[in-house]
């Protein structure tokens, strides 16, 4: 189970894109209680988004096209505040990627632990996607690894769990995963580990 770190947020820079009013007064303040830099833009995002660490935008006026990435797949954590309940409100919001939101009226308590939860959750939703990667990208090269144990079993004249256990002590070597190892082998490389399978053999017989 991995270990939760509780964040320091001194030092970091949050945008807040939202019209200027008593709510951000109140969360502004709350936030540079924490060490923190607030920048607050309206009606568009006009701070460059790589020197933040969090956007906590209006999650009642904001509009499609407001952020400069796909709707879906923000860089950094996206919190909303939010006083509607109106389904296709709140619909839009969870499709712009949230990873929390805070309530209007602001108040005096439940900012540290909101600003806790988003940065959770935007890494937790961060490493999922991460591995969902890995695993699709490893199951697209499959049909590499496939070819090369069968390229083994007829060179070499090995069952398969043999020739699959070639691949994968010389892709532990490389340091690769086996499928990635398979999608480099060209004709010379399988080559290669026929020759050094024999050479391997004939020392056991000799």
Not at 51 to 78: C, N, R, S, V
Not at 137 to 144: A, G, H, L, N, S
Not at 151 to 160: F, I, N, P, Q, V
Request: proline share 5%; hydrophobic share 45%; glycine share 4%.
């Amino acid at each position: 189970m991995n270990t939760i770190r509780i964040p320091n947020f001194r030092g970091w820079r949050i945008l807040i894109l939202h019209q200027m009013d008593d709510n951000i007064n109140r969360l502004s303040r709350q936030l540079e209680r924490l060490g923190i830099e607030v920048i607050v833009n309206w009606p568009v995002l006009e701070s460059p988004v790589a020197d933040a660490q969090m956007i906590i935008f209006d999650g009642d006026k904001t509009y499609d096209g407001i952020f400069p990435w796909p709707a879906g797949e923000p860089p950094l954590p996206l919190v909303a505040l939010m006083s509607s309940e109106a389904p296709g409100r709140l619909e839009w919001v969870l499709q712009q990627g949230i990873s929390a939101h805070l309530l209007k009226p602001i108040q005096s308590s439940g900012i540290f632990s909101t600003l806790f939860l988003a940065q959770s959750n935007f890494d937790l939703r961060k490493q999922m996607q991460q591995s969902i990667d890995s695993l699709s990208d490893r199951i697209t090269k499959r049909p590499f690894v496939l070819r090369a144990t069968l390229e083994l079993m007829k060179r070499c004249k090995l069952e398969e769990e043999a020739a699959f256990s070639i691949l994968r002590s010389a892709a532990m070597n490389r340091q690769q995963t086996i499928e990635d190892f398979c999608a480099c082998l060209d004709d010379g490389a399988v080559a290669r580990l026929v020759c050094a399978f024999e050479k391997q053999r004939n020392t056991r017989a000799g």
